[in-house]
Structures are given as C-alpha cells and as structure tokens.
C-alpha cells in the first residue's frame, strides 16, 4: 500500500498547488502559481518511468484537508516527447474504492492543436484546458463505457502544459480530485473515495512518436509509447477495442496524517543516476592500468537515521549504450559494498558517509577493454539492499556524461538481450529519439548559459580530486560539482532540482530509446507499433572557446524522421550505432546530416534465414550448424535447397 502524504508546502506557503484559481489572493498560502514546479509539490509522493540519464516521465500526488473537504492533487508529467501529436497524446487514470468497486476511468486527451505560432511563453510554458476528457467505465469485457456526461470537478482544475523549448518538447496534465464519500458514479462533485479507508489509483500514458504517412491498417503508421501503472496493468485490445484493467489490477493507495511525517512508514531509500558514478574523465571511461574509484550516494527518507554499513551495494558495468531488459548480462566488478558512515533521515550521502571504493580491471577484463571486445566507456548498474530497510528505488543505471566538445564521436550498443523474440523470421526494431537542448545550429548567446559555465569555472574540486587529469577544464570542474554537489533536501537541493539546473543550463543531448513490443493498436483505423522504454544514453556537452553553433550526427540506423531513427536488432542480439557532437568553431567543416530515408517495408526473412534462427537457439551443436548455414543463406536465399541437394548427390556418389 502507498501512501499519498499530506501537502505541507514551504515556508510561508503552507498550502497545496494552486494553478487554476487566479482569484486567490496573491499575499496568501494558496495564491494562484501556474509553474509546473510549484514549490507547494515539495514531499510529493513521485512515481516515474526511464533510466539511464533521466525520468522519461513523472506521477506525483498529494493530498489536501480544506475545512474537512480532502482532495487529491494530481500530476502527470512528460519529459521527452518525440513528436507534437495533437489529439493523440493521452493520459488514461482510474479511480475505485476498492477490487470489486465499478471504476471511474478518465481518457485526457493532452492537447488538441499546438500553441500558434509567436505565442508568449513564461519560462518556457504555456498553460490551457486539456485538449478533452471522456468520462466512463469499465464493462465485463473491459471495454469503455462512456457516461451520460463528464463530472464538472474534472473541467473546473484539470489542465495542460507544454513546453516547445525543451528538447523535443515537454507536457504535463494536473487535476485536483475531491474525495466526497457516497458519491455516484460520475458526480460532478468528486469520486467515491472514504479519506479514512484505502483506496486504488491506475494510469496510463498514451505517448505517440512521428507517424508514416504511408501507414494504414495493415503497415504501421507509427509507434505508441504506452506506460501504465501498475507495469503489469496494461491497456489491451479485443473486439476492435481497448480493454482496460479490472480495479483489483491497480496500485492501492491510503492518504497520510496531516501533520508531519505524513507517511511515516512509506518512505524509503532511493538513487538516481546523479548519485553514482566513477572520479574518472569521463566518469563512464574505464581507468586500465589504474585505479578507478566508483561512488554511490543514496537518499534517505526512511524517517530515521541509517546506521553505518547498513546498506550494501552491488556495483556492474556493460558497454556503453542501451538495453532493453535487466535481465541482459552484467559484469559484477563488486558486491556487498558498505556506506561508510551514518546517513541522516531526509539526506543524501557525501564524501563522508557514503558507499565507495577502488577498484582495477583484472587481466582478462583488462585484455577485453585494450583489444576492444569491451567497450572502454561502460554504463554502471548498482543496485542496493539491507536488512531491514525500505527501498523506494533500490537500482539505477548510470548512462549520461560529462564530455569535452569540439568533436565528439562514440559508438554505442543497443541491446535487446534478454526480451524473448518476437518471431523466428525477423529481428526487433528498435526507436530512437534524440533530444537535445541548449544547442542550436546557430548561437543566440544565452546568458543563462554563460553564467553557469562561468560558475563552472570557479567550483572547486575537493575530493577525488587526484583522478582528474585536465586541472582547471570544465570538464574537470563539471564533473567535480556534480561528483560533489551538496544536496539538502530541506532547502530544495534535491537530485532532481540539479537534473533540472544541468539540463536547463547546459549543452544536453539525449538518445531515448524504445523497443517494438510485439503488440498492436488501431487507432481511426490506422496500425500502431505498441513500444516500450530501454535505457536512455547521453551526453553534456563542455566546450571552451568561440563557438558558431551545434551539429550531432547519428549513424547506422534510419533516420525517418528529424532526431527519429528505426534500427533493426537481431533478436537476443546487439547492434551498433555511432554518435557524434560536433561544436562548430569559425571556419569549421561541417559533418554533412544522414538523410531522412522513407519508412522500411516489414522485414522480410527467407526461410533459410529461420531455420538459422532455430538452430541458433539449439545450444553450442545448432549455433555451429548455423555458422556453417549462415553464408549459404546470404548466397543462395530461398533457393538454399539446392545447396543441400548438390551436397547430397556428391555424399551420395562418394560413398
């Protein structure tokens, strides 16, 4: 069971968000604020999707007592969109009182026309009515059934923001839910909820990616990049229909005390990929005939303070790039590693108190890292454990680094190892979306952005400081402030107040990657390829001196689209890709772009290349019978029969 806490605010603003009612006073607590990141969220109970450089996509929620009405406060928050998609984004959210009650399910629609163009943005965002909402539930076939006509609670709070200035652009839906025990189905006054009794919430958001204009019903016209919650409760289709999940499916919540702690037995211990790393330059290269020091620095909000060497920590490495599973094979370079001292309720470790250690690739890692079968830059995976404690986030990978630009290339795996496959006859396809901010082709100087190189240049390294190479860089002194941010919760240095400030204020770029499921959907009689998150990989990009602009180059996928490529993996298999950041100074040739190239066709696979992939799965006998097979396939295609009939007629005479 999850606890939603009670919305204490900040000081001197001890209220819940108020973003739909301008009339509220503006020298009081609950004055009207239509920032995104109102500081009145602090505590929010937070459920997110996406690893390796950042959330993909953030839940929070609160809760609220107003002269004994409670109300929910509810967002959802899309941090990487690929594509503007108007009336197709969505946001679906269940609410029940219990397993066996009737649901009331909501279908936002996010937006139903982008903002025209030279539309006034504060900090980046606008903020409107959603696009629409359709307010139903659940038959027993799962299928929606729309109500007589949508609550009004839903229209009075519910909104949308969108943000085109960040990468390929942000949104974000919040409603404010009243909790009026009793209440029908569809009251316009609020949900059937007993503040005093648990409760169950689902959600599903409904991302779509750029679209083949060639697509129909038959040939995908673009993927869907669908994340519910709970993973497990998932949207499906029958009867030419969406089905949705029954109420037992969703995630229990209960509401907390309205004093401080709120939920005294929900909180935890977590990590984000800004609390792990290496002291290396980059953090991701692998020091081979040195010391290379890997830190982990996890947050506690168990409610009490965390004894020393009470949490144990694994520490693996993979090349760098993206996988799709974490079942996919990791190599454990240390287990069972200790924080070193107490950790404090609601902080987060240091230098001082946090897990560490050295460490040197033995010699058959080492031979792997110089010949090249391992990749020198490496993704870390750590994973947390002990006795007796809560973990809110008990993993995390570690896929984005500091690097120095003017030209930047490195190579990339992307993994499907470990999804089982989808078809003998062919591989999986694979998406990538690549987001970047803060580099335009051409340089508007941004103050912003200056100021904070500037405050790069003056931070001062002080541990770990004999592992950098390049005394003063900012590459050195980019990486020493995030190795030694000093997080204090209380006061809003949070891990992701620092994502937000890096990605705000620095040169980023991004891959996000998403992987064909298998399943499908129509949508206004049009296929979609149903998708799912791997890990993301990315960069910020340091560069020093005058700059005219940036470029950046992905190869060996299909660009279909701008920043969208489809590469196609073998099943259980790897494939590789190419980055490259270019920092264009005066003069400078320019890499020449991949052009967009029309959508690929469905692959293809003769029938020998099956029996290939058969016996591929055979163990060690059928993967040499398929080594020797392989060739002939490529040669000779569907006509490989004649191969084995020329074989056996010369077996034939020869014996």
Not at 318 to 345: D, F, K, L, Q
Request: charged letters at 15%; hydrophobic letters at 40%; a negative charge.
């Amino acid at each position: 069971m999850t606890c939603i806490p009670f919305a204490q605010g900040v000081p001197g603003l001890n209220a819940p968000p108020n973003w739909w009612d301008e009339a509220a006073p503006g020298n009081s607590p609950g004055k009207f604020d239509h920032r995104l990141e109102d500081p009145r969220w602090r505590g929010a109970y937070a459920q997110s999707f996406g690893t390796g450089t950042a959330e993909e996509t953030t839940f929070r929620a609160l809760f609220h007592d107003t002269g004994g009405n409670k109300s929910l406060f509810l967002s959802w928050h899309v941090k990487h969109d690929a594509s503007s998609s108007p009336n197709q984004d969505m946001v679906y959210v269940a609410f029940a009182t219990d397993a066996a009650a009737q649901p009331l399910i909501l279908q936002i629609v996010a937006y139903a026309s982008d903002p025209p163009p030279g539309t006034t943005y504060t900090d980046g965002w606008t903020v409107a009515l959603v696009g629409s909402v359709s307010a139903g539930t659940r038959d027993a076939s799962g299928h929606f059934q729309p109500l007589a006509s949508t609550p009004d609670w839903i229209t009075l709070t519910t909104r949308v923001w969108r943000n085109a200035t960040l990468g390929a652009g942000q949104w974000a839906i919040q409603m404010k839910v009243p909790l009026v025990p009793g209440a029908v189905l569809g009251d316009n006054n609020g949900i059937n909820v007993n503040p005093l009794a648990p409760f169950k919430i689902w959600y599903c958001y409904d991302i779509y990616t750029p679209t083949n204009s060639a697509g129909g019903s038959t040939i995908p016209t673009g993927g869907i990049l669908r994340l519910p919650w709970p993973i497990s409760a998932s949207i499906g289709f029958s009867g030419g229909q969406k089905t949705y999940p029954v109420p037992s499916a969703f995630q229990e919540f209960t509401l907390g005390n309205t004093a401080e702690p709120s939920c005294p037995d929900s909180g935890g211990i977590s990590l984000t990929w800004l609390n792990v790393g290496t002291t290396n330059l980059p953090s991701s290269n692998i020091n081979i005939n040195s010391t290379n020091t890997f830190f982990a620095r996890p947050t506690n909000k168990t409610g009490l303070p965390v004894a020393a060497q009470q949490i144990k920590a694994r520490f693996s490495i993979a090349n760098w790039g993206s996988i799709a599973s974490p079942t996919a094979p990791w190599t454990t370079i240390r287990s069972n590693e200790p924080n070193t001292g107490i950790i404090a309720n609601n902080t987060t470790a240091d230098a001082t108190n946090d897990i560490h250690f050295n460490w040197q690739p033995d010699s058959i890692l080492a031979n792997e890292l110089r010949n090249g079968t391992k990749d020198r830059h490496q993704c870390m995976f750590v994973e947390l454990s002990g006795a007796g404690l809560t973990f809110t986030n008990a993993s995390v990978y570690r896929n984005m680094d500091f690097i120095g630009a003017s030209k930047f290339s490195s190579e990339a795996e992307i993994s499907v190892v470990g999804l089982k496959p989808l078809s003998l006859l062919q591989p999986r396809d694979v998406y990538l979306s690549v987001e970047t901010i803060n580099m335009p082709k051409e340089i508007n100087p941004n103050p912003d952005v200056e100021n904070n190189i500037s405050m790069l240049r003056s931070v001062k390294i002080s541990e770990y400081d004999t592992s950098y190479v390049k005394r003063g860089s900012l590459l050195c002194n980019a990486t020493g402030y995030v190795n030694n941010y000093e997080f204090d919760e209380e006061n809003g240095k949070t891990p992701e107040a620092l994502q937000r400030q890096l990605d705000e204020s620095l040169p980023t770029y991004r891959v996000h990657c998403y992987f064909d499921t298998g399943l499908r959907d129509l949508v206004d009689g049009r296929e979609y390829v149903i998708l799912s998150l791997q890990s993301s990989f990315g960069y910020y990009a340091l560069h020093e001196g005058d700059l005219n602009g940036w470029r950046h180059q992905l190869r060996g996928a299909i660009r279909i689209a701008e920043n969208f490529y489809v590469l196609r993996v073998p099943n259980n298999g790897i494939a590789k890709i190419t980055t490259s950041i270019q920092a264009v100074e005066q003069g400078e040739t320019i890499e020449p772009e991949e052009p967009i190239q029309p959508w690929p066709q469905p692959v293809k696979t003769t029938s020998c290349q099956a029996i290939v992939a058969w016996l591929e799965g055979l163990g060690l006998i059928g993967k040499i019978i398929a080594m020797l097979l392989k060739p002939i396939c490529n040669l000779l295609g569907d006509k490989w029969w004649i191969f084995i009939l020329v074989l056996f007629i010369l077996l034939f005479f020869l014996f």
